[in-house]
């Protein structure tokens, strides 16, 4: 009988794609994927340490997967908490049997084993020539849009983030080795992928920088979108904007993590940039790439972050006036330097923050998104929408449109006019791409 697997992903798009990974080389081993925890032998948890409630979440569920673990089965936490944490884990919670980190992955079905016949596993090496290059993912259900590891670990080292401490140093797979993965995934009918890094335009294999990296993944036959996440804002050299706006695949959009816009607090953060750089950046993103979108990641409450600083990060929200953000309250993490940092930001300041920079953030995209209704753009149909016999799309600069299922593939390209938003997503009707109408008439 072959074994089941069931596996939660939380966290990042990393996450998604490592779980992707750890699919692909359970299956080569015998192992099925089961929806199920209860028909499970081996249950795993992929996680997140990025921010304490991320974390708190996890124990929750572990606690509660404690009912469906089979006798003699196994339950492991694998990823950036089980790096973080390692050895406390398995101290802190008895019933977990396998503790392993980002770069463990390859010997999972041993360890896995060894788990299997009561050791109490526990594997965080950092094994920075580990890109996992030969495994084959598992895809199912994301065929016509995959995401491909390029770069792992970070080198920079921003005060606030785990990330170095649980992934490691920066380090860049082989041009060649990516280049055979989207080849292969274009093959199986792949258009659309998106490269991932945690500073992902740093990349660099020693011989070939980003940009001969974007231009290389355009040429794919086959490949209709290129996309990346997350960038660092100091890392778009011009050679690199050359290939953004030369290369007719990489789509107009870029996530462009500013963080604050008080280049004091970017100071203390060691984000590397000013107000006025990440400012900079923005225009030559603008003038390479007319009409690019761009969304943001922002702390609130950083410590030593005061009224004023706050009050700079809204005045760079309005004005970058960016088409979406992810916004968070800091969360302090044990080992990052930001530790040791004095005036913290109490918490119900910095909920109050939060608030008032989401009713900014939401205005901006609105006045943004109302002046897109009625314009026609190319969109990639991805899967059911939540919201009755709708299917959900995507358009280049990342908008998500609902549009009728009217016998229309998922994975198929199409062209529809926007005719309304919620401010945030639209709705749309197919239209015929200009190219078909000169076809036709
Ligand atoms: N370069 C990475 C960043 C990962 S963390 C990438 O691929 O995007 C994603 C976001 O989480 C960061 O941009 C930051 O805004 C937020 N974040 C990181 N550490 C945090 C912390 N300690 N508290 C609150 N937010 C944090
Ligand atoms: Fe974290 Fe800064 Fe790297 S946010 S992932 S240390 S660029």
């Given at each position: 009988m072959t074994k089941q697997v069931y596996i939660e992903t939380y966290g990042c798009q990393m996450n998604v794609s490592d779980t992707d990974t750890i699919l692909g080389l359970l299956k080569t081993d015998g192992y099925s994927q089961t929806q199920s925890p209860d028909d499970a032998d081996v249950i795993l948890v992929n996680t997140c340490a990025i921010r304490d409630n991320a974390e708190q979440r996890v124990y929750g569920r572990v606690g509660e997967l404690k009912r469906h673990k089979q006798k003699g089965g196994v339950l492991g936490v694998v990823g950036c908490m089980a790096q973080r944490l390692g050895s406390d884990l398995l101290e802190e919670v008895g019933h977990v049997d396998l503790v392993v980190g980002p770069?463990?992955?390859?010997?999972l079905p041993e360890l896995i084993e060894r788990a299997g016949q009561g050791d109490r596993v526990l594997d965080v090496s950092f094994?920075?020539?580990?890109?996992?290059?030969?495994v084959v993912g598992n895809g199912e259900g994301t065929k016509g849009s995959r995401f491909v590891t390029v770069q792992r670990g970070c080198?920079?080292?921003?005060?606030?983030?785990v990330v170095p401490m649980t992934r490691g140093d920066e380090r860049s797979r082989k041009l060649s080795d990516v280049i055979g993965e989207v080849e292969r995934l274009a093959e199986a009918d792949t258009t659309e992928v998106t490269l991932l890094g945690?500073?992902?335009?740093?990349?660099?294999?020693g011989t070939h920088d980003f940009s001969d990296l974007l231009r290389a993944v355009g040429k794919v036959?086959?490949?209709k979108r290129v996309r990346f996440t997350?960038?660092?804002?100091?890392?778009?050299s011009g050679r690199l904007l050359s290939a953004m706006a030369e290369?007719?695949?990489?789509?107009?959009?870029v996530h462009l993590p500013?963080?604050?816009?008080s280049s004091a607090v970017l100071k203390k953060m060691v984000r590397r940039y000013t107000r006025e750089s990440f400012l900079d950046t923005v225009q030559r993103l603008r003038s390479a790439v007319p009409e690019i979108a761009l969304t943001t990641d922002i702390i609130v409450g950083?410590?030593?972050?005061t009224d004023r600083d706050f009050e700079e990060t809204l005045s760079l929200v309005r004005e970058v006036s960016f088409d979406d953000a992810f916004m968070f309250k800091y969360s302090l993490r044990d080992g990052?330097?930001?530790?040791?940092?004095?005036d913290r930001v109490p918490e119900d300041v910095s909920s109050e923050r939060l608030q008032l920079l989401i009713e900014t953030v939401r205005d901006e995209a609105r006045r943004k998104n109302l002046r897109l209704v009625g314009k026609t753009m190319e969109v990639l149909v991805e899967k059911p929408a939540r919201r009755g016999d709708l299917l959900q799309a995507r358009t280049r600069t990342n908008k998500v449109v609902l549009v009728e299922n009217e016998g229309i593939d998922l994975w198929s390209y199409l062209h529809v006019r926007?005719?309304?938003?919620?401010g945030s997503t639209f709705t749309g009707v197919p239209v015929k791409a200009r190219k078909e109408l000169a076809v036709w008439e």
């Open positions: 770069d463990g992955y390859r010997t094994r920075t020539s580990e890109h996992y290059d030969d080198n920079y080292r921003c005060t606030f983030c945690q500073t992902v335009n740093s990349y660099n294999d036959d086959g490949i997350s960038p660092h804002p100091n890392d778009f290369v007719p695949e990489v789509c107009e959009h500013m963080q604050s816009g950083f410590p030593g972050e990052t330097p930001a530790v040791k940092l004095r926007l005719t309304g938003t919620t």
